[in-house]
């Protein structure tokens, strides 16, 4: 072998060193890479993961507010009807204890007649309203009392457990109890 030959040869065996070094390198490279991908992949997923459940934390947060502003509208409502329920006790009483002659309209002065109608009509706009919010009077006559309902304060003749008279209407709110009903009930007795 020349010396030419033997130089071109030993070039050649160098030159392949370098590449494989260099090929080397890049593999070390690309497979470092690779690694940092795969962190930033899985870092990714993590923080995708943190939005879903940061996402879900707000949205149950709202629906919770939500909720709780809701529960203090009833609870409001309850209250303010709570201190209204004796005024229409009041108006009821009222007409209960009407004298004949005004409810039959004779010997009462056209001025008295227009006032009873002006406070029957203000009663019936204020129960009105208050049915628009809501409130419902139970109807308790002739039932069987429900202590859920009813609070019973005598007991007469009559079927036994029926109503037999209301003493104070009972109210209900969105289907709550309000005010149970003060109710006299039969014991089973006729007389």
Known sequence: MSSAQ???ASDSSLELQVLQKQLEDLQAQFAAMTGELDSAKAEAAKMKDLAA???ADLQNAKARVERERA??????LEAMLRKLLPTIDS???AFQHLPEDLKSHERASPEILEWVKGVTAIERQLLKEL?????RRMSSLGTVVDPQRHEVLQQGPGEKDTVTEVFEEGYELAGKVLRPAKVKVGGGTNG
């Open 6 to 8: 033997s130089n071109s």
């Open 53 to 55: 459940r940061s996402q």
């Open 71 to 76: 529960d203090l509208a009833v609870f409001a």
């Open 91 to 93: 108006f009821q009483r």
């Open 131 to 135: 049915e628009g919010a809501g409130l």
